[in-house]
Antibody
């Protein structure tokens, strides 16, 4: 059974750095058909993709948020971490991680098939 | 960025109704589109990928059609468990979501 679980602080202060961890099970972060992506959802708003990472360590970030984000993985621990600097109240949201899957090794298109339950982060002084 | 626009934003329906939600992409995305269902306080749940392929375990009353820039999600006979918010998402270039369609009583 494939599962993902987000963890990290519930409350952070403005200007602080936040690190969230996504712990996966049921698949390997070395699998070349898979990756992990972080998504967030501010209260009452739509979903926004933040960053992703693949098995070959290829990674990318939302253009608007790129300078503040770092994504990394520890395959031995089955974990993907997302670090966000200079947190702002506008970053208050539920943060999800999800598995990216491509149907075959020849496909270049990854969709999100399994999500974690999410972790809510509030930025407040 | 590829923009995804859903319509309507809110849809009022009754149990047993046939419901259709439309999603338009700002440029062609071929068939690289997914539909998700989200209930309050929960993570989105994948319903359909590749525009029309039903995810394993998803009831057959859900179906998806379309390619290029125009897509639809249809629920053939709305059930009580289907009242939720639905999102389309393109994965042709990076990933972007529509703004959501809330299906309510």
């Amino acid at each position: 059974q494939v599962t993902l679980k987000e963890s990290g602080p519930v409350v952070v202060k403005p200007t602080e750095t936040l690190t969230l961890t996504c712990t996966v099970s049921g698949f390997s972060l070395n699998n070349t058909r898979m990756g992990v992506i972080w998504i967030r959802q501010p209260p009452g708003k739509a979903l926004e993709c933040l960053a992703y990472i693949f098995s070959n360590n290829e990674k990318s970030y939302s253009i608007s948020l790129k300078s503040r984000f770092t994504i990394s993985k520890d395959t031995s621990k089955s974990q993907v971490a997302l670090t966000m600097t200079n947190m702002d109240p506008m970053d208050t949201a539920t943060y999800f991680c999800a598995r990216l899957l491509r149907r075959t090794s020849l496909s270049s298109y990854y969709y999100m098939d399994v999500w974690g339950k999410g972790t809510t982060v509030t930025v407040s002084s | 960025d590829i923009q995804m626009t859903q319509s309507p934003s809110t849809l009022s329906a009754s149990v047993g109704d046939r419901v259709t939600i439309t999603c338009r992409a700002s440029q062609s995305i071929s068939r690289w589109l997914a539909w998700f269902q989200q209930k309050p306080g929960k993570a989105p749940n994948l319903l359909i990928y590749d525009a029309s392929t039903l995810e394993s375990g998803v009831p057959s009353r859900f179906s998806g059609t379309g390619s290029g820039t125009e897509f639809t999600l249809t629920i053939s006979s709305l059930q009580p468990d289907d009242f939720a918010t639905y999102y389309c998402q393109q994965y042709n270039i990076y990933w972007t979501f529509g703004q959501g369609t809330k299906v309510e009583i």
